[in-house]
């Protein structure tokens, strides 16, 4: 009777167990979707962020290339400007020698002019008293050649003065040719000027977009990045419960299984003693031998865990490299604390470096390698606490990429928050 009822009372435990397992999996596997979706978006975000930065800096190196361009026509600007007046400096002193050349040229012309009509209107008497007055023939010849000779002179003279009008006036033609050129260019080099400076600030508004772009994807992909700690808090703790009703129901179960075959022993020797007793009335002579059988042994006490190592890495190695980063930033998705990284990536980065690969997620890393009680940790061994994984100094001390606000720290106290597992995976 007793037997039937402890068998009853066991299967309603196990109903109202499966129910409340039930409800315990429809939680953690919504808190799992949940992650699933938003680790998909926290993707796809960091996808997007990839993309505006590179093309930010597509845009930079653009910019960087106007600004080359402009400085080059600015410089080549100024040089214009300069030639410019220099060459309007020459062309005005142009314009005066041409006046001068002008000058000189009607001044000779005049004088020319009177020397000749002078000559013409003494008429022959003039050329005939000048060679009566002559001395000899040679002071005659003399007269005669003086008279040729002014003439050759005033014609030479006027020929030259001509000549440099004329050349005078082509210079001013050629330097008006120049200027021209000059503006024309400056005018070029100016709408140039211009054109680089438009198209450096269309290209600095396209980054200032690319910057409001950014931020609001870098502030989704940390929205993102929340939900994900959160359904990992929330599938953390579900797997905690779980794994305390797994215990609590496997000892429940235990003592259940001890308990049925307690009764069953004592059934069996109240069986036996039954037949004994019959048959020893009946004038029988054989008798059954009354005996206990089964395992009575107990579970061996599991809460002072302390599994050996599978590596030849010792701990202090761990420690002592680790330790090599304290100082440098924490950064949130870093793989790399040479140049910044999060809890997760500082301690599977520290690892890999002794070749033990580990998760490069906390919640992942909280099931890498054999589970050590706190009181047996030893350097070198996981810390995990919710959210978050540091590497254990001894003493009770960690080496740890804190947080944006600390960076990687070292020596603090274990135990500044809970404790979730400890892990050894040397």
């Given at each position: 009777m007793k037997l039937k009822k402890l068998t009853a009372a066991l299967l309603v435990f196990a109903l109202g167990l499966s129910q409340f397992s039930v409800a315990l999996a429809n939680r953690k596997?919504?808190?799992?979707?949940?992650?699933?979706?938003?680790?998909?978006?926290?993707?796809?975000?960091?996808?997007?962020?990839?993309?505006?930065?590179?093309?930010?800096?597509?845009?930079?190196?653009?910019?960087?290339?106007?600004?080359?361009?402009?400085?080059?026509?600015?410089?080549?600007?100024?040089?214009?400007e300069e030639e410019l007046s220099i060459k309007q400096d020459e062309l005005e002193q142009t314009k005066e020698d041409l006046k001068q050349a002008k000058k000189d040229e009607k001044r000779q012309y005049e004088a020319m002019k009177l020397r000749i009509r002078f000559m013409y209107e003494k008429g022959d008497s003039a050329m005939l008293t000048s060679i009566l007055e002559s001395k000899s023939i040679a002071d005659l010849l003399n007269r005669v050649g003086y008279v040729n000779d002014v003439y050759e002179y005033d014609r030479n003279l006027l020929t030259e003065y001509e000549e440099t009008k004329d050349q005078v006036a082509q210079l001013q033609k050629q330097q008006k040719q120049e200027v021209a050129a000059l503006e024309q260019k400056r005018q070029e080099h100016q709408a140039a000027e211009a054109s680089y400076r438009?198209?450096?600030?269309?290209?600095?508004?396209?980054?200032?977009?690319?910057?409001?772009?950014?931020a609001k994807a870098q502030s989704l992909a940390a929205q993102y990045q929340d939900t994900i700690d959160e359904q990992n808090l929330i599938i953390a703790q579900e797997?905690?419960?779980?794994?305390?009703?797994?215990?609590?129901?496997?000892?429940?179960?235990?003592?259940?299984?001890?308990?049925?075959?307690?009764?069953?022993?004592?059934?069996?020797?109240?069986?036996?003693?039954?037949?004994?007793?019959?048959?020893?009335?009946?004038?029988?002579?054989?008798?059954?031998?009354?005996?206990?059988?089964?395992?009575?042994?107990?579970?061996?006490?599991?809460?002072?865990?302390?599994?050996?190592?599978?590596?030849?890495v010792s701990g202090s190695s761990i420690v002592q490299y680790a330790l090599n980063f304290v100082g440098n930033p924490y950064v949130w998705g870093?793989?790399?604390?040479?140049?910044?990284?999060?809890?997760?990536?500082?301690?599977?980065?520290?690892?890999?470096?002794?070749?033990?690969?580990?998760?490069?997620?906390?919640?992942?890393?909280?099931?890498?390698?054999?589970?050590?009680s706190y009181a047996n940790a030893k350097a070198g061994d996981l810390i995990c606490y919710n959210g978050h994984v540091a590497i254990y100094m001894g003493n009770g001390q960690i080496v740890h990429a804190k947080?944006?606000?600390?960076?990687?720290?070292?020596?603090?106290?274990?135990?500044?928050?809970?404790?979730?597992?400890?892990?050894?995976?040397?």
């Open positions: 596997s919504d808190a799992e979707n949940a992650k699933q979706k938003a680790e998909e978006n926290l993707r796809s975000k960091q996808n997007e962020i990839e993309s505006i930065e590179r093309e930010q800096g597509q845009l930079q190196e653009e910019i960087n290339a106007l600004d080359a361009e402009l400085v080059n026509v600015i410089i080549e600007l100024t040089t214009l438009t198209m450096i600030a269309q290209k600095q508004d396209e980054v200032s977009d690319f910057d409001n772009l950014l797997n905690e419960r779980e794994e305390r009703e797994r215990r609590e129901r496997e000892e429940q179960e235990r003592r259940a299984r001890e308990e049925q075959e307690r009764l069953e022993r004592q059934e069996q020797i109240r069986q036996q003693q039954q037949a004994s007793s019959a048959g020893s009335s009946s004038g029988g002579g054989n008798s059954v031998a009354s005996g206990g059988g089964g395992d009575s042994s107990q579970p061996a006490d599991n809460g002072g865990k302390d599994p050996g190592y599978s590596t030849g870093g793989k790399d604390p040479n140049t910044g990284a999060d809890c997760s990536g500082f301690t599977s980065y520290v690892y890999a470096h002794f070749g033990i690969s580990i998760p490069s997620y906390s919640y992942s890393q909280r099931s890498v390698g054999k589970e050590v947080g944006t606000a600390y960076g990687i720290v070292a020596y603090d106290n274990a135990t500044y928050r809970p404790i979730v597992t400890v892990r050894r995976v040397l």
